[in-house]
């Protein structure tokens, strides 16, 4: 009987391990992580049906910039501003994608050395058996100011609920909490990976 309860919890650990992905993320190897002092973040692209998807993802991945203590982040609304005036210079519409240029561009004028943005591609709460459960998804990317190129990106899509099948032990509830779980873990992945 004691064999079969350690068995048992060892198949529990097993698949909750194999069930914790972690962010598909490219990081570019010839990067200098140190010269990155100062960063702006975009306003994230929603693509979700609740509206302000993308400014609540927003808010709380720059918390976790700071709490990450590796950059300074430019003030979000000083750096909207930047944003707003760039796309209103180019004739864009709010919400248009700007190309790698005008995203260097934007850098300069607001003083950084990198830009990052992001897409909340889901953002909802599902049901699972008798329960509703957040997910989210997102995608995030890292423009190097100087050159106008890609140095850092992910993808990430969390579900909530149990961490264990069977047993509610760690369960996620709210989007607010998954919210903040993910971007903790993305920006976690990021620092551990760069640094």
Not at 23 to 49: C, H, I, S
Not at 124 to 146: E, K, N, T
């Amino acid at each position: 009987m004691r064999n079969r309860c350690i068995t048992i919890g060892m198949i529990l650990v097993i698949l909750a391990i194999l069930g914790c992905g972690g962010p598909r993320t490219f990081l570019n190897a010839n990067t200098d992580w140190t010269f990155y002092k100062q960063l702006g973040v975009m306003p994230f692209e929603n693509l979700t049906g609740d509206r302000f998807a993308g400014e609540k993802v927003q808010s709380a991945f720059i918390t976790e910039l700071f709490l990450a203590e590796k950059f300074q982040v430019v003030e979000p609304g000083e750096f909207n501003a930047e944003v707003a005036q760039q796309v209103k210079a180019a004739g864009m519409q709010p919400g248009q994608e700007l190309s790698l240029e005008q995203i260097k561009v934007i850098g300069e004028k607001a003083g950084v050395q990198g830009v990052i943005e992001g897409s909340v591609r889901e953002y909802s709460m599902i049901r699972v058996g008798q329960a509703d459960y957040p997910i989210i998804s997102l995608s995030l990317r890292m423009i190097d100011v100087p050159t106008g190129t890609v140095v850092w990106m992910t993808s990430f899509s969390k579900k909530g609920g149990p961490n264990f099948p069977v047993v509610s032990i760690g369960e996620t509830h709210t989007l607010s909490e998954l919210t903040q779980k993910i971007c903790h873990q993305v920006i976690s992945d990021f620092v551990g990976r760069a640094f």
